[in-house]
């Protein structure tokens, strides 16, 4: 007698599984939050003359934050996210959902203060090769506010990224449930 298990496990891990394109933005999303995060906390251990240019690749990645995030949101909007197994209680899956819109929201938010700190700050940055235009009036009171709201909700970032992460490592490990292979990379 042959035993299937291991196909039907397998036909049925694939259903549990985000898309492919979800999956890859998720990672991708990732790197551009630890590329933006390590340019601003990198930016002393560079020579005082490529200063600058550090600054403006914490803008682009940030940016890149920005734009991959709108793309994750409308693909959820497109494709729900895939089931659990074995189920997560009410509260638990209540909590997944407001942690997963506490990391949106913020990775959204983020970008849009940075790009007002230096609008407002009468500041020139460069996005992807282009100079960006003046589109405000400077203020230097309006910038010292926005850019600590900025940094504030980067060091919120830090809690909410190391949270999600041990999040899934308690499902993986302990709970022992699909939650972390629903978003791991291959077949």
């Given at each position: 007698?042959?035993?299937?298990?291991?196909?039907?496990?397998?036909?049925?891990?694939?259903?549990?599984?985000?898309?492919?394109?979800?999956?890859?933005?998720?990672?991708?999303?990732?790197?551009?939050?630890?590329?933006?995060?390590?340019?601003?906390?990198?930016?002393?251990?560079?020579?005082?003359?490529?200063?600058?240019?550090?600054?403006?690749?914490?803008?682009?990645?940030?940016?890149?934050?920005?734009?991959?995030?709108?793309?994750?949101?409308?693909?959820?909007?497109?494709?729900?996210a895939p089931p659990v197994?074995?189920?997560?209680?009410?509260?638990?899956?209540?909590?997944?959902?407001?942690?997963?819109?506490?990391?949106?929201?913020?990775?959204?938010?983020?970008?849009?203060?940075?790009?007002?700190?230096?609008?407002?700050?009468?500041?020139?940055?460069?996005?992807?090769?282009?100079?960006?235009?003046?589109?405000?009036?400077?203020?230097?009171?309006?910038?010292?506010?926005?850019?600590?709201?900025?940094?504030?909700?980067?060091?919120?970032?830090?809690?909410?990224?190391?949270?999600?992460?041990?999040?899934?490592?308690?499902?993986?490990?302990?709970?022992?449930?699909?939650?972390?292979?629903?978003?791991m990379p291959?077949?």
């Amino acid at each position: 007698m042959l035993d299937y298990s291991f196909f039907i496990y397998r036909e049925e891990s694939m259903r549990n599984r985000y898309a492919r394109s979800q999956i890859a933005l998720h990672w991708l999303t990732l790197l551009m939050v630890i590329l933006t995060y390590a340019a601003m906390l990198l930016r002393d251990q560079f020579p005082d003359d490529a200063v600058p240019a550090v600054k403006n690749l914490h803008f682009n990645f940030g940016v890149a934050v920005f734009v991959l995030m709108l793309i994750r949101l409308g693909l959820r909007h497109v494709k729900a996210a895939p089931p659990v197994t074995p189920g997560l209680e009410e509260w638990q899956e209540l909590g997944a959902r407001v942690f997963h819109w506490l990391l949106y929201v913020l990775f959204l938010t983020l970008p849009a203060l940075g790009a007002l700190t230096l609008a407002y700050g009468g500041k020139h940055w460069v996005l992807l090769g282009w100079p960006v235009p003046q589109w405000v009036t400077p203020d230097p009171v309006m910038r010292r506010l926005i850019k600590t709201a900025h940094e504030t909700l980067a060091n919120v970032g830090y809690f909410l990224i190391g949270g999600h992460a041990l999040a899934a490592l308690y499902h993986h490990f302990l709970r022992k449930d699909d939650t972390l292979r629903r978003m791991m990379p291959g077949k």
